[in-house]
């Protein structure tokens, strides 16, 4: 069975620019979330969706946000990007997106602003 | 607020020797979720090992194995017969309540297996 996808792998960006990352779940989970990583850091969260709904928002100023498709497939936008925006943002699936679950996560999306 | 704390920024262990990396953790919450991770090089965070806080007995996968001392809040990770591709970064994290599988991660342990 297929893993958790993500497009791109790597993007290069300049300040200001808006950023699209996107998103494919493990076939039958519901719950996606989204992880911030910067280099030497754990990753941060950045927000949760459940059944397209948001569930859980971390402390990300408005620039960041997201949706959650009828397939269960998520998107991470971010606008007026800057230089602190960089960094590697994984993406994570499980099936209920409860606190037992285990949330497997994809390869990640690599972003640089210049 | 919720903490995850590894004190070990990296550690270094001989091939097929066994290797425990620390993790405490801080919260006031009754149920929660303890997990491992490890990520490689490549940068994909690859699930290890869970254990609820409700579970009695210690979880094991495998090699892998969470010494789970409630008390003391921590839970750290045991790493049998170390194997070189073992070498990686190993982030413990935890979850809280039950309505969200939010992750709080701590700042992780590099570890080098030699031959």
């Known amino acids: 069975d297929a893993g958790v996808t993500q497009s791109p792998t790597h993007l290069i960006k300049t300040r200001g620019q808006h950023v699209t990352l996107r998103c494919s779940p493990i076939s039958g989970h519901k719950s996606v979330s989204w992880y911030q990583q910067v280099l030497g850091q754990g990753p941060q969260f950045i927000f949760q969706?459940?059944?397209?709904?948001?569930?859980g928002r971390g402390n990300f100023p408005d620039r960041f946000s997201a949706r959650q498709f009828p397939n269960y497939s998520s998107e991470l936008n971010v606008n007026a990007l800057l230089l602190g925006d960089s960094a590697l943002y994984l993406c994570?699936?499980?099936?209920?997106?409860?606190?037992?679950?285990?949330?497997?996560f994809g390869p990640g999306t690599r972003l640089t602003v210049l | 607020a919720q903490k995850i704390t590894q004190t070990q920024p990296g550690m270094f262990v001989q091939e097929k020797e066994a290797v425990t990396l620390d993790c405490t953790y801080d919260t006031s919450d009754q149920s929660y979720g303890l997990f491992w991770y490890k990520q490689p090089s490549s940068g994909e965070m690859i699930f290890l090992i869970y254990?609820?806080?409700?579970?009695?007995q210690n979880a094991t996968e495998g090699r892998y194995s969470l010494n789970f001392q409630k008390a003391r809040k921590s839970a750290n990770l045991v790493i049998s017969a170390s194997q070189l591709g073992d070498s990686a970064m190993y982030f413990c994290?935890?979850?809280?309540?039950?309505?969200?599988?939010?992750?709080?991660f701590g700042t992780g342990t590099r570890l080098q297996v030699f031959p």
């Open positions: 994290a935890m979850t809280r309540g039950a309505n969200t599988d939010k992750l709080i």
């Open positions: 254990q609820g806080s409700y579970d009695e």
């Open positions: 969706y459940y059944e397209k709904e948001e569930r």
């Open positions: 994570a699936s499980s099936f209920s997106g409860i606190s037992t679950d285990t949330q497997y």
